[in-house]
C-alpha cells in the first residue's frame, strides 16, 4: 500500500524482506520526482535496507505479519527517512558503536547494519511512542533538476 504524494511517500509493508525491492523502487522513484542525486539516493536505499532488515530479523518473537511504515520526504535541504514497527523496544542509538581500529577477528559481530545506516546519513534519532519503535534518519542532499517526462 503506498499513500502520499508529491513531497512525501509513505510505504506500509509487511515484515518480510521480500518487501526490500519495493521500498528501493519508491525512493529511487521519489529520489528521481525530486531530483534527488544519484549518491544521496543510494545512501537513504542503504541506510533503509540496514534499519529494515533489522526489524524484519529482530522486532518480533512470533512468525506473523506485522506492518512496517516507511516514509520519506523532503524537508529544507535534506531527506528525511523514517522507519516505524510494532516490535519489542530496541533503541539502535544504545549500541556501542564498532571498534574500527579493532583487528577484524576481535570485533563484535552484531550492530554493523545500523552502524552503516548511521555512517551514511546526518543523524539517526529514536522514540518509542505507542507501542512502536520510531527511527528517524535525516540526510542532507544537494537538488538538482527533477526528472520530467519525456514531451515526445
Known amino acids: 500500500m503506498r499513500e502520499g504524494a508529491g513531497r512525501e511517500r509513505r510505504i506500509v509493508c509487511a515484515n518480510e524482506m521480500e518487501e ?12 528521481g520526482a525530486h531530483g534527488i542525486p544519484a549518491e544521496a539516493i543510494h545512501d ?6 540496514e534499519v529494515f532488515s533489522n526489524v524484519v530479523k529482530y522486532a518480533h518473537d512470533d512468525r506473523r505479519r506485522h506492518a512496517v511504515t516507511v516514509a520519506f520526504r523532503l524537508e529544507g535541504d535534506g531527506l528525511v527517512l523514517r522507519v516505524e514497527d510494532d516490535g ?15 583487528p ?9 547494519g545500523v552502524h552503516i545506516a548511521r555512517s551514511v546519513t546526518d543523524s539517526m ?5 505507542g507501542g512502536r519503535n520510531i527511527i528517524v534518519m535525516r540526510k542532507a542532499v544537494p537538488r538538482k533538476a527533477p526528472r520530467t517526462a519525456d514531451p515526445r
Open 20 to 31: 526490500v525491492g519495493r521500498l528501493a523502487a519508491a525512493l529511487d522513484e521519489f529520489g
Open 44 to 49: 537513504a536505499r542503504l541506510a533503509i535496507e
Open 88 to 102: 519489542r523496544p530496541f533503541n539502535p542509538l544504545d549500541l556501542p558503536r564498532p571498534d574500527l581500529a579493532a
Open 104 to 112: 577484524p577477528d576481535r570485533r563484535r559481530s552484531g550492530g554493523w
Open 125 to 129: 534519532t529514536y522514540e518509542r511512542a
